[in-house]
């Protein structure tokens, strides 16, 4: 039996997505610059600085954001790779911070992008988060521990790991494959159809929003074990509504599919959440 799925029929509201979710967007809209403070409070004096430097392209572009660190990577129009590092540290006083971060280095010369440093403690750690504009095609490696991944305008084989941070994916294609275990997932697709592969994400702890335009054609699959669906538009499901969804919308096409254990799940049109 068909039913029609929307915002009026479907009453299960969404309830409760995870913070990561919103915090995750929030942070994929700031730019890429130092934050007036950083490690305790006002406990320790900070450090912080932006260094820069290009590669060449080719081959896979992969990034270890180590503890504490975020990614952040851009497809861009240049035929090379841009690779910005947020160097920020803490210590005891001001000097000691600034001497940290000398001691801080950006290994990029090896099959991936990472920094090393000394070792941390209470009062003396640091870290680095990396903004990385890259050809539009491009195939990525990404992860990271205690920070957010933020993926934009990426056509490739993409792959992304991420422990406590949200996730943020916006006009990528592909094969894009990836979830994060404490953390938000936001999706926004783009286009008429899924360009490439498939897109297989999923978070543990954390809601997914994910938003397409109209008229985008892809097979569907979404859902949540404890938490709920809400659908801002109207879809056709086939036989009994339950905290997963699995169907064709348009024409059907590649499987988009964004799963999540512990958090809701919300699909809007486009821009619809901004």
Wanted: proline share 2%; charged share 20%; with cysteine.
């Amino acid at each position: 039996m068909k039913r029609w799925l929307g915002h009026t029929v479907l009453t299960i509201a969404l309830l409760t997505l995870a913070s990561g979710a919103a915090i995750a967007q929030r942070d994929s809209r700031n730019s890429f610059e130092c934050h007036d403070s950083w490690g305790d409070g006002d406990r320790l004096e900070n450090h912080c600085e932006i260094r820069e430097q290009t590669l060449a392209a080719g081959g896979t572009v992969t990034v270890d954001a180590g503890q504490n660190g975020g990614i952040f990577v851009k497809g861009s129009d240049r035929n090379d790779i841009l690779v910005r590092s947020r160097i920020q540290s803490a210590a005891t006083s001001r000097s000691e911070a600034d001497e940290l971060a000398k001691q801080i280095r950006i290994e990029t010369g090896g099959p991936r992008i990472y920094a090393s440093g000394p070792s941390q403690h209470r009062d003396f750690r640091w870290s680095v988060s990396f903004e990385v504009l890259v050809p539009r095609q491009s195939n990525l490696s990404l992860e990271a521990h205690n920070g957010g991944i933020s993926i934009a305008d990426v056509n490739g084989r993409i792959e992304f790991n991420c422990i406590n941070g949200g996730v943020v994916l916006r006009r990528v294609g592909g094969r894009v494959r990836g979830g994060t275990t404490n953390g938000g997932l936001i999706v926004e697709l783009a286009g008429i159809r899924w360009e490439g592969e498939e897109l297989d994400v999923k978070t543990i702890n954390g809601g997914v929003m994910m938003s397409l335009p109209e008229n985008y054609s892809a097979h569907l699959e979404t859902g949540t074990v404890n938490g709920n669906v809400s659908v801002d538009f109207p879809v056709t499901v086939q036989g009994r509504i339950t905290r997963e969804l699995s169907l064709n919308l348009g024409s059907g096409g590649a499987t988009v599919r964004a799963m999540t254990t512990n958090g809701g799940v919300r699909l809007t049109r486009t821009n619809t959440y901004e």
